[in-house]
């Protein structure tokens, strides 16, 4: 066999193995279906004491294999991923690739108080260790994730998911907002990819969780908004934005977010606030009492299957964002 057909086209699901543990497994099955593969079967269990087994039950030796697992809490996702990854490793796959659609403990990325842990550059230290030869990331919570590994780590978008989402919707002199100064960047890219205008939020945040709204930079009255994040958590910040968008004369409010953790009161606080629409992608899994009406949820099954694609093809994903 020549050198050139080494590696699989990327058109063909052959020569590589989809994982995937309890964390997120419809999206891992939908990944799988894009692909036109089957995911691999894996015993995920729990001995009578909580702790976590995994076995790998098919041959994956010299497989490209690539391990679909969200960390978000509790922390036995992230126990069942490094089992898997290293599972893989001495079962003799050829690659090991992470792919994480939510990255836990991304907030905890730098040393902003006196003795307090990195949690994300020692969560990159375990993926590592356990044996991931490469990690593949949708919307890193800080983009300064993809230097705490030393492995290739592409880092994914889940924003043509969005745009094409609300483009169908055809709003009219849309407004997209970002929640807070860090939101900017990305509000950007909304407005210019929607041909909106852009608008920011003047935020404080006393503590942790809870957001103070102050003032809005720029002209909402009267029209439709947009408000997108990488994530909704306790919806302090889209709840208060929303009230004070709805106060100042904005139509129609919408919230977009990648990572729907709805942690505590998050569920009420949406259903309570002036949003015609919250949507989310698929990225968690989310169980059927954190779900209400104005709730509309994307999947990025295909998006992430197109990356493993391009990946095991040895190609850049970035033409995925072009």
Known sequence: MSAATDVPAASSPRGFKILSGTANQPLAEEIARSLGAELCKVTCSRFADGEVFVRIDENIRGADVFVVQPTNPPGENMLELLLLVDAARRASAARVTAVLPYTGYARQDRKDQPRVAIGAKLMANLIETAGADRVLGLDFHAHQLQGFFDVPVDHLYASPV???????????????????????????????????????????????NVAEVMNVVGEVEGRDCLIPDDMIDTAGTVSEAARALKNLGANDIYVCATHALFSGPAVERLSNAPIKEVVVTDSINLPQERRFDTLRILSVGDLLAKAIRFTHADQSVSVLFE
Request: hydrophobic share 45%; proline share 4%.
């Open 162 to 208: 969005f745009t094409n989402y609300f483009r169908r919707k055809g709003l009219k002199d849309l407004v997209v907002v970002a929640p807070d100064v860090g939101s900017a960047k990305m509000a950007r890219g909304f407005a210019k990819r929607l041909d909106a205008t852009f608008a920011i939020i003047d935020k404080r945040r006393p503590k942790a």
